[in-house]
Nanobody, 122 residues
């Protein structure tokens, strides 16, 4: 059974930084691509970023390019999301995701975490 457990969310002022972590278990972490999505109140869940199984390639939504960085440590079964220069519009529940097909990571993943709240005050 795959489990994805996020941590690191919280309240931060605009311009500040947060680092989210997601620890995966249940299948070989290094064999799967990982991603982050977010859902703001009253909005649909949206893609934020993804990283290939080996960490060699990444993909970012235009809204976070240059501010967010995804990384992974396959020895620790963990994926990270470093978020800098946070804006109030980044406020959302952030979800970790795991998938098999890189081409589909923006639309379809296999497993989701339970989410962690990020709130950015102005």
């Amino acid at each position: 059974q795959v489990q994805l457990v996020e941590s690191g969310g919280g309240l931060v002022q605009a311009g500040g930084s947060l680092r989210l972590s997601c620890v995966a278990s249940g299948r070989t972490f290094s064999s799967y691509h990982m991603g982050w999505f977010r859902q703001a109140p009253g909005k649909e869940r949206e893609f934020v970023t993804a990283i290939t199984s080996g960490g060699g390639s990444t993909d970012y939504a235009d809204s976070v390019k240059g501010r967010f960085t995804i990384s992974r440590d396959n020895a620790k079964n963990t994926v990270y999301l470093q978020m800098n220069n946070l804006k109030p519009e980044d406020t959302a529940v952030y979800y970790c995701a795991q998938g098999r097909r890189w081409a589909a990571m923006r639309q379809a993943v296999d497993y989701w975490g339970q989410g962690t709240q990020v709130t950015v005050s102005s």
